[in-house]
């Protein structure tokens, strides 16, 4: 098991159900690859640094999960399919980032 980190910018049009739908649709992916999603993060609606598909800006979703090498290559391409996925990027953590994963996620609970 390879632990991964994913974001992925979703389309500004959707609401805040959609956005909800289609993070459970790919946690649901990662399971049925035989995948265990760790943490995830909702960053929001944020500006984009240049124009995507003619919008300024999308919803940042992140997804750390545990997933077989294999299993990432159909997350992958349902991440392509989807018509509400503007952009992604799929991420194999090692050691060192583990630990700063951790070490964030630690500050995010003491803010809370």
């Known amino acids: 098991m390879n632990t991964y980190e994913t974001v ?3 389309n500004p049009v959707l609401s805040a159900e959609q956005v909800g739908e289609t993070v459970k649709k790919f946690k649901g992916i ?5 995948g265990k999603v760790s943490h995830t993060e909702d960053w929001g609606l944020r500006k984009l640094a ?3 598909e003619k919008k300024k ?5 992140m997804l750390e999960f545990d ?3 294999e299993g990432i290559r159909n997350l992958e391409v349902e991440l392509k399919r989807d018509e509400r996925v ?3 990027l799929s991420v194999a953590l090692d050691k060192y980032a583990k630990e700063y994963a951790e070490k964030r996620k630690g500050k995010l609970k003491s803010k809370s």
């Open 67 to 69: 997933m077989p090498g």
């Open 8 to 10: 992925f910018i979703l």
């Open 57 to 61: 800006s999308g919803f940042y979703q």
């Open 86 to 88: 503007m952009r992604f």
């Open 50 to 52: 240049y124009p995507i």
């Open 30 to 34: 990662i399971d049925a690859q035989g």
